[in-house]
C-alpha cells in the first residue's frame, strides 16, 4: 500500500510539472508596462516563444518601458496603439530626423498601408502659446531664429500666432500600418484568439477564447490530466489512513483487555448461575410452629430473606448444614437461584 502511495505521488508531481510547463509555454497577452498597449498574435514581444508571432512582427521594450516597433528598413517607432480588429499598428510621430523617407521605402511585408499625416513646419519666435496642444517641437530644424514647430495641418493651418513664419509648406509623417496577412480580424471580431493551425506552414486558425489563451479542449485535458491522479492519490491516502486507524483501535483494545485464562471464566461460570433442583429442597426439614412459637435457637426469631416475625402455624424450612430456619415459601425461591444459605452462604452439598 505504501508504495502505491508512493507511486501515485511521483505522477501526481510529473502532470503537475508537465501542466505547469505547457502553461508557461502559451501565449499570453503581455505588454512592456501597465500603460503600454497590450501584444497579442500576430505580434511577438522580446523573450515570447517563437511561436507566439508571425514572421517579421517582432516588437521590444525600450529603456522607458515603451512598446517599440522595430523597423529594418527606416528606424524604430514608439507605439501607442494596436487595433487588432481593423489589423493597425500606431506610433508617435517622429520628426528628427525631418521625414524624406519615400513612401514606396515603406511598404512591403509584413505592411501593406503606411497611414501618414499631414504637418506643417513653422518657425515662431515662442513656444509659450503651444503649452497644452498637439504641436510637436522640432530641435533638429537649423537656422532659424526662433523654434521650429510642426503642427497638423488639417487642425491647426491659419490658426497660429503671428509671430509664426511658415518653413515648410507641407511633410507626410508616417503614424501607423496596417496589414493583411496574417488575416486575424475575423477571429477578434468573433472573440476568438488568433494563431498558428500549424507552425512549419504557417497556416493561421481561430481557437475558442479562454483566459488562459489556449482552446477549450486543451483546457479540459489539463484539468482531466491533472485532476484524475489527484483524485486517485487521495482515495489511496484515505485507504492508508483507515487502516492505520483500525490497526491502531486492535492494539488499544489488546492493550485494555484483562489477561484472564479462558479456563477460569469457564470454571467459575456455572458456580454464578446455579441454583437447587426442587427434589434436594423438598427434602429439607419443615416445621410448623406452634403458639409457643419455640425454636432451637431463640434468636431465630425472624426470616433472613423477608425480615418479618415468625408467627404460630407458620411453615418453616430449615437447611441441614447449618440449621437455620426460613420460611419455606421465602428460602424455596430463594435456593431455586441460589445454592448457599441467605445467612452464612454456606453451599449445601
Not at 44 to 53: D, H, M, S, V, Y
Not at 287 to 304: F, H, I, M, Q, Y
Request: neutral net charge; contains cysteine; glycine residues 6%.
Amino acid at each position: 500500500m505504501e508504495n502505491l502511495s508512493k507511486f501515485f505521488l511521483a505522477f501526481f508531481i510529473i502532470i503537475s510539472i508537465k501542466h505547469t510547463a505547457l502553461c508557461a509555454d502559451t501565449c499570453e497577452p503581455t505588454s512592456c508596462s501597465p500603460l503600454a498597449p497590450p501584444v497579442h498574435f500576430p505580434f511577438r514581444l522580446g523573450g515570447q516563444p517563437i511561436q507566439c508571432g508571425y514572421p517579421r512582427f517582432d516588437l521590444s521594450c525600450s529603456n522607458r518601458s515603451e512598446l517599440v516597433l522595430n523597423l529594418p528598413f527606416a528606424r524604430d517607432f514608439v507605439v501607442t496603439n494596436i487595433n487588432y480588429t481593423s489589423q493597425s499598428i500606431n506610433f508617435k510621430p517622429k520628426f528628427c530626423p525631418v521625414p524624406r523617407i519615400p513612401i514606396s521605402d515603406l511598404l512591403g511585408k509584413p505592411y501593406d498601408f503606411v497611414l501618414l499625416e499631414e504637418y506643417t513646419l513653422y518657425n515662431c519666435s515662442s513656444t509659450w502659446d503651444f503649452l497644452g496642444t498637439s504641436f510637436e517641437v522640432v530641435d533638429c530644424v537649423r537656422n532659424v531664429n526662433g523654434t521650429a514647430v510642426a503642427v497638423p495641418s488639417k487642425y491647426y493651418n491659419g490658426l497660429l500666432p503671428e509671430s509664426c513664419t511658415n518653413i515648410l509648406s507641407t511633410m507626410d509623417v508616417p503614424m501607423g500600418f496596417q496589414w493583411s496577412a496574417p488575416f486575424c480580424g475575423k477571429c477578434r471580431l468573433e472573440n476568438m484568439t488568433c494563431g498558428y493551425k500549424n507552425f512549419k506552414t504557417l497556416e493561421i486558425g481561430c481557437n475558442v477564447s479562454s483566459k488562459s489563451g489556449i482552446s477549450k479542449a486543451v483546457e479540459y485535458g489539463l484539468i482531466i490530466g491533472s485532476g484524475l491522479p489527484g483524485l486517485l492519490l487521495l482515495i489511496c491516502l484515505a485507504i492508508f489512513a483507515r487502516k492505520k486507524i483500525n490497526a491502531r483501535g486492535r492494539i488499544q483494545q489488546q492493550n485494555h483487555e484483562p489477561d484472564v485464562p479462558t479456563t477460569t471464566i469457564a470454571q467459575q461460570t456455572p458456580r454464578l448461575a446455579k441454583g437447587l433442583d426442587k427434589l434436594t429442597i423438598d427434602s429439607y426439614p419443615m416445621t410448623v410452629l406452634g403458639e409457643s412459637k419455640r425454636l432451637p435457637k431463640p434468636s431465630d426469631s425472624t426470616c433472613a430473606i423477608c425480615l418479618s416475625e415468625y408467627n404460630p402455624n407458620d411453615a418453616l424450612r430449615t437447611i441441614p448444614e447449618c440449621n437455620h430456619y426460613f420460611h419455606s415459601s421465602c428460602i424455596d425461591e430463594w435456593l431455586k437461584r441460589n445454592a448457599t444459605c441467605p445467612v452464612c452462604r454456606n453451599s449445601p452439598e
